[in-house]
């Protein structure tokens, strides 16, 4: 397997300026997390998703950031309008069901930095 | 007051030296107790696992649990270069919230030949 997949893995923007991150989850797997790290705050789950429905979305920082899973192969997180405060990297990250696999183990994308300006 | 507490640090060794990296937690809900490991530039792997308290052993590495203390810690024995990576712990409550994790902050370790 592929592993999970992210696009694009670098993003420089203009404040203002439309964000959208992409992900594919590895297939079979039926969880899927968007994190968002940085040096202050260290690595913050964003959004959950069961089998493409929203489970938690309580670390969405504010209505400018928004998450969609359409099927069970992509989901896209999108920022508008960007900040320089969102400056960040972003990680994917998915996982089995319980039962299945060791517990809690999720798999990471290679992330998506991003840079607003 | 952050849910779980780890102190960046960074944290440098030379190459054979024990390496013990802590965190601290204050949600009694948490069961599961993880630990990831993050190279430069590079996704968080897992690296460890325990259920509840106890202590468990794969290879270098030792996870211990304290859930009386709220307290986890990873060791790392006879360490090496290859060992140089951000160190995340990360804990879940299970039930409900299954699938969700709290991670710390990360401590930043480098060991030197």
């Known amino acids: 397997d592929a592993g999970v997949i992210q696009s694009p893995r670098h993003e420089v923007t203009e404040m203002g300026q439309e964000v959208t991150l992409r992900c594919k989850p590895i297939s079979g797997h039926d969880y899927l997390f968007w994190y968002r790290q940085t040096m202050m705050r260290g690595l913050e789950l964003l959004i959950y998703?069961?089998?493409?429905?929203?489970?938690?979305d309580s670390g969405m920082p504010e209505d400018r950031f928004s998450a969609k899973m359409p099927n069970a192969s992509f989901s896209t997180l999108k920022i508008q309008p960007s900040e320089p405060r969102d400056s960040a990297v972003y990680f994917c990250?998915?996982?089995?069901?319980?039962?299945?696999?060791?517990?809690?183990?999720?798999?990471f994308g290679p992330g998506t930095r991003l840079t607003v300006t | 007051q952050k849910e779980v507490e780890q102190d960046p640090g960074p944290l440098s060794v030379p190459e054979g030296a024990i390496v013990s990296l802590n965190c601290t937690y204050s949600?009694?809900?948490?069961?599961?107790f993880m630990w990831y490991r993050q190279y430069s530039r590079k996704g968080p792997e897992l690296l460890m696992y325990t259920y509840s308290s106890g202590n468990k052993e794969d290879g270098r590495f030792t996870a211990q649990v304290d859930k009386s203390s709220k307290y986890i810690s990873l060791f790392i024995r006879d360490s090496q270069p290859s060992d140089s990576a951000t160190y995340l712990c990360a804990m879940g409550a299970g039930g409900t919230s299954y699938g969700k994790l709290t991670f710390g902050q990360g401590t930043i370790l480098t060991v030197h030949p």
């Open positions: 949600n009694s809900a948490f069961q599961y």
């Open positions: 998703f069961n089998n493409n429905v929203p489970i938690d």
């Open positions: 990250a998915s996982s089995l069901q319980p039962g299945q696999g060791t517990p809690y183990e999720q798999y």
